[in-house]
């Protein structure tokens, strides 16, 4: 059975950084595509950053564009996602997440999700 446990979040003033981890297990690590979404309070979930780990292909949303970066340590089978300039915008419970593709729809395994508070 695919395991996801979120680590790293927690509560940053504004314009700080934050590194969030997921440490996977039961999957082929090697070549899975594993994404990052979030939820804020009040609203959908969105997708926030996605890679494929065989190739290291890595998408983002416009809004984290230049400001998140996604990886991979095979050795460690973990996806940080690097949150840097963070907004209040950007609070939310954010889910690590395993599937065929990078959209929400593709998603079959979930994380229980880890809280990033951003303060102005």
């Known amino acids: 059975e695919v395991q996801l446990v979120e680590t790293g979040g927690g509560l940053v003033q504004a314009g700080g950084s934050l590194r969030l981890s997921c440490a996977a297990s039961?999957?082929?690590?090697?070549?899975?595509?594993i994404g990052w979404f979030r939820q804020a309070p009040g609203k959908e979930r969105e997708g926030v950053s996605c890679?494929?780990?065989?190739?290291?292909?890595?998408y983002y949303a416009d809004s984290v564009k230049g400001r998140f970066t996604i990886s991979s340590d095979k050795a460690k089978n973990t996806v940080y996602l690097q949150m840097n300039s963070l907004n209040p915008e950007d609070t939310a419970v954010y889910y690590c997440?395993?599937?065929?593709?990078?959209?929400?729809?593709?998603?079959?395994?979930w994380g229980k999700g880890n809280l990033v508070t951003v303060s102005s």
């Open positions: 997440a395993q599937g065929t593709n990078c959209l929400y729809s593709g998603m079959d395994y």
């Open positions: 039961g999957l082929t690590f090697d070549d899975a595509v």
């Open positions: 890679i494929n780990t065989s190739d290291g292909r890595a």
